[in-house]
Nanobody
Framework: QVQLVESGGGLVQPGGSLRLSCAASGFIFSVYRMSWYRQAPGKGRELVGDIRSDGGSTNYAESVKGRFTISRDNDKDTVYLQMNSLKPEDTAVYYC?????????WGQGTQVTVSS
């Protein structure tokens, strides 16, 4: 079955960096677009960005463009979210996502807290 496991979250000061990872299993990773979402306290889940199956194209929300970078390693079945210049408003639970045949699969999420 599809499994997505996020890791790498934590507490970081404003202006700092974190790198999240999402290890995938149970499906052919290299043929699917992968996405990162986040959900801040009291808010809905929002798309952070996504990456094409071959890693050749990425898209980002305006709020993170120029600060966040999504990459993937199809040999390791892993997608990454490099977050730089973090702001307090980036505080959220971050989830990776894959959509297969109109069904969404989610990991358990990893907490990112940006605070001094």
């Amino acid at each position: 079955q599809v499994q997505l496991v996020e890791s790498g979250g934590g507490l970081v000061q404003p202006g700092g960096s974190l790198r999240l990872s999402c290890a995938a299993s149970g499906f052919i990773f290299s043929v699917y677009r992968m996405s990162w979402y986040r959900q801040a306290p009291g808010k809905g889940r929002e798309l952070v960005g996504d990456i094409r199956s071959d890693g050749g194209s990425t898209n980002y929300a305006e709020s993170v463009k120029g600060r966040f970078t999504i990459s993937r390693d199809n040999d390791k079945d892993t997608v990454y979210l490099q977050m730089n210049s973090l702001k307090p408003e980036d505080t959220a639970v971050y989830y990776c996502n894959v959509r297969q045949f109109r069904r969404d699969y989610w990991g358990q999420g990893t907490q990112v807290t940006v605070s001094s």
